[in-house]
């Protein structure tokens, strides 16, 4: 039993304060109620409503008799004498006469009042008033609950890794003096529902049938009438994809011998993915996000892949893309007369000008075109003139150009034809003869047709022989 030093013992008292008492408890005895008479309920007052643990608090019956001869206190919820912490009697001074469970804490005040000082957890519980009055005998009972400034909790796991449409549970840890439990995603409280369920006392969350919506930063509050605190923020983290896979910049990629390049694999993914690069269908052992690399042949043409892989989600995508090296076609005319001081590039017969994609050498005797499409299929011609004249070569009926090596027929015109046309058979820019001046023989032309495959069309080339752009295709 725990007594506070200097506190008043009864038994240390002699002279006429013991016989007062004695007189008291004499008197005292007169009035215990008889047997069948009905004790009035007390009720009990307590101050403050929420007392704290290492705080004060006052128990004082409502309008006790004025007439009342002593009151007596006691720890539970019956008047049991082993459970009595005091008695008092309205003398002045107050007389108080300690009982087997006063602790040295507790003192009698005005009006029948209990006082008690440093509270503790342990003071929690039933107390007792029996008031003894030879008008209105009086019996009440209150609980004390006495509170604690409540520590913080915490939430477990603190860290939490789960798949879509899977469940996880996370479980708040805090006093057990904590009344209330709540439950917050990212600072938003959470309210029970099919897919969140919680524990009868609130300290467990279940979520079932994970989304991506459950991500976030969970916190449980706990709450009593004198305080309210929250744990630190556990992370919920919910594993998907990769999905939505691409490679920067998209294809089909116009490749430049000798500029580097960068391609970057971006993909929507819980956690980061690992990547792996291939090209044309074997591994380059190269991994991470981006691929750089300095292109100084046609090697470096064909289809990137981008293999994305979630080692949580055990889920792995690929996304391709084509690269190519630019179409070059050049023309080339050779004039024997000296007096020609002009040259002039037709297709279709219609004037050409120079362009991004077409260009002329500086004597306009070389035509040259970047990027060949469609459009420019038809029969292209040169024009030469002096002051004096001007001639043009007329397109050839059919030309015979055999692949991959042969040598056309000498022409009789001057100047040279040739026909171009682009392939739409797959998405990159398909290969395209390329046709060029031979030497000069008996007054006429030599028509070289060489051929030029790239990788891009899986190794087939084509030799062009119409005049309109039609194309008659042969594997090499």
Same mark, same amino acid.
């Given at each position: 039993?725990?007594?506070?030093?200097?506190?008043?013992?009864?038994?240390?008292?002699?002279?006429?304060?013991?016989?007062?008492?004695?007189?008291?408890?004499?008197?005292?005895?007169?009035?215990?109620?008889?047997?069948?008479?009905?004790?009035?309920?007390?009720?009990?007052?307590?101050?403050?409503?929420?007392?704290?643990?290492?705080?004060?608090?006052?128990?004082?019956?409502?309008?006790?008799?004025?007439?009342?001869?002593?009151?007596?206190?006691?720890?539970?919820?019956?008047?049991?004498?082993?459970?009595?912490?005091?008695?008092?009697?309205?003398?002045?001074?107050?007389?108080?006469?300690?009982?087997?469970?006063?602790?040295?804490?507790?003192?009698?005040?005005?009006?029948?009042?209990?006082?008690?000082?440093?509270?503790?957890?342990?003071?929690?519980?039933?107390?007792?008033?029996?008031?003894?009055?030879?008008?209105?005998?009086?019996?009440?009972?209150?609980?004390?609950?006495?509170?604690?400034?409540?520590?913080?909790?915490?939430?477990?796991?603190?860290?939490?890794?789960?798949?879509?449409?899977?469940?996880?549970?996370?479980?708040?840890?805090?006093?057990?003096?904590?009344?209330?439990?709540?439950?917050?995603?990212?600072?938003?409280?959470?309210?029970?529902?099919?897919?969140?369920?919680?524990?009868?006392?609130?300290?467990?969350?279940?979520?079932?049938?994970?989304?991506?919506?459950?991500?976030?930063?969970?916190?449980?509050?706990?709450?009593?009438?004198?305080?309210?605190?929250?744990?630190?923020?556990?992370?919920?983290?919910?594993?998907?994809?990769?999905?939505?896979?691409?490679?920067?910049?998209?294809?089909?990629?116009?490749?430049?011998?000798?500029?580097?390049?960068?391609?970057?694999?971006?993909?929507?993914?819980?956690?980061?993915?690992?990547?792996?690069?291939?090209?044309?269908?074997?591994?380059?052992?190269?991994?991470?996000?981006? !691929?750089?690399?300095?292109?100084? /042949?046609? =090697?470096?043409? &064909?289809? *990137?892949?981008?293999?994305?892989? +979630? @080692? $949580?989600?055990?889920?792995?995508?690929?996304?391709?893309?084509?690269?190519?090296?630019?179409?070059?076609?050049?023309?080339?005319?050779?004039?024997?007369?000296?007096?020609?001081?002009?040259?002039?590039?037709?297709?279709?017969?219609?004037?050409?000008?120079?362009?991004?994609?077409?260009?002329?050498?500086?004597?306009?005797?070389? !035509?040259?075109?970047?990027?060949? /499409?469609? =459009?420019?299929? &038809?029969? *292209?011609?040169?024009?030469?003139? +002096? @002051? $004096?004249?001007?001639?043009?070569?007329?397109?050839?009926?059919?030309?015979?150009?055999?692949?991959?090596?042969?040598?056309?027929?000498?022409?009789?015109?001057?100047?040279?034809?040739?026909?171009?046309?682009?392939?739409?058979?797959?998405?990159?820019?398909?290969?395209?003869?390329?046709?060029?001046?031979?030497?000069?023989?008996?007054?006429?032309?030599?028509?070289?047709?060489?051929?030029?495959?790239?990788?891009?069309?899986?190794?087939?080339?084509?030799?062009?022989?119409?005049?309109?752009?039609?194309?008659?295709?042969?594997?090499?």
């Amino acid at each position: 039993m725990r007594r506070r030093p200097g506190s008043w013992d009864p038994l240390a008292w002699n002279g006429p304060w013991k016989g007062l008492l004695l007189a008291a408890s004499v008197l005292g005895s007169c009035f215990q109620p008889a047997p069948g008479q009905t004790q009035t309920p007390v009720t009990i007052v307590l101050t403050p409503p929420s007392p704290v643990v290492g705080g004060n608090v006052s128990l004082a019956p409502q309008n006790p008799p004025q007439d009342f001869v002593l009151c007596s206190w006691y720890r539970s919820a019956t008047a049991a004498e082993t459970s009595r912490i005091l008695t008092c009697f309205p003398h002045t001074p107050l007389v108080q006469q300690n009982g087997p469970a006063h602790t040295g804490l507790e003192t009698a005040g005005p009006g029948c009042a209990l006082h008690i000082t440093g509270l503790t957890l342990n003071d929690t519980g039933n107390y007792t008033v029996q008031i003894q009055s030879p008008t209105s005998p009086g019996l009440g009972t209150v609980v004390l609950r006495v509170y604690e400034m409540l520590p913080r909790p915490t939430v477990t796991p603190n860290q939490t890794l789960v798949l879509e449409n899977k469940t996880f549970t996370l479980r708040c840890n805090s006093s057990p003096s904590a009344d209330t439990v709540l439950w917050l995603r990212d600072g938003a409280s959470l309210a029970s529902s099919d897919r969140l369920v919680l524990s009868s006392d609130n300290r467990t969350l279940k979520v079932l049938n994970v989304t991506r919506g459950d991500a976030g930063a969970y916190q449980c509050e706990v709450g009593n009438p004198v305080s309210s605190i929250r744990s630190e923020p556990g992370t919920v983290t919910v594993a998907y994809g990769p999905e939505s896979v691409r490679i920067d910049p998209p294809g089909p990629i116009t490749l430049t011998l000798g500029s580097p390049l960068t391609l970057t694999c971006v993909a929507d993914s819980i956690p980061a993915p690992s990547y792996r690069w291939g090209l044309n269908g074997t591994d380059t052992n190269q991994t991470g996000s981006s !691929l750089t690399f300095n292109p100084m /042949t046609l =090697d470096h043409q &064909g289809t *990137y892949e981008c293999r994305a892989h +979630n @080692p $949580i989600t055990n889920r792995t995508v690929s996304v391709c893309v084509t690269s190519c090296a630019p179409v070059f076609l050049a023309l080339s005319g050779q004039v024997y007369s000296p007096s020609v001081n002009t040259k002039l590039w037709l297709q279709d017969r219609a004037s050409l000008v120079p362009s991004e994609q077409l260009g002329l050498s500086p004597d306009n005797r070389t !035509l040259m075109m970047l990027g060949v /499409t469609q =459009d420019d299929a &038809g029969a *292209y011609q040169g024009e030469v003139g +002096n @002051p $004096i004249s001007t001639n043009r070569c007329d397109p050839i009926p059919r030309p015979h150009c055999p692949c991959p090596a042969g040598i056309a027929q000498p022409w009789r015109c001057g100047c040279l034809w040739g026909v171009v046309a682009a392939s739409t058979a797959i998405q990159a820019l398909a290969p395209v003869p390329r046709v060029a001046l031979g030497e000069r023989l008996g007054g006429g032309l030599w028509l070289n047709c060489l051929n030029l495959p790239l990788p891009c069309l899986s190794s087939r080339s084509l030799c062009w022989s119409r005049v309109t752009g039609g194309a008659d295709a042969g594997q090499s």
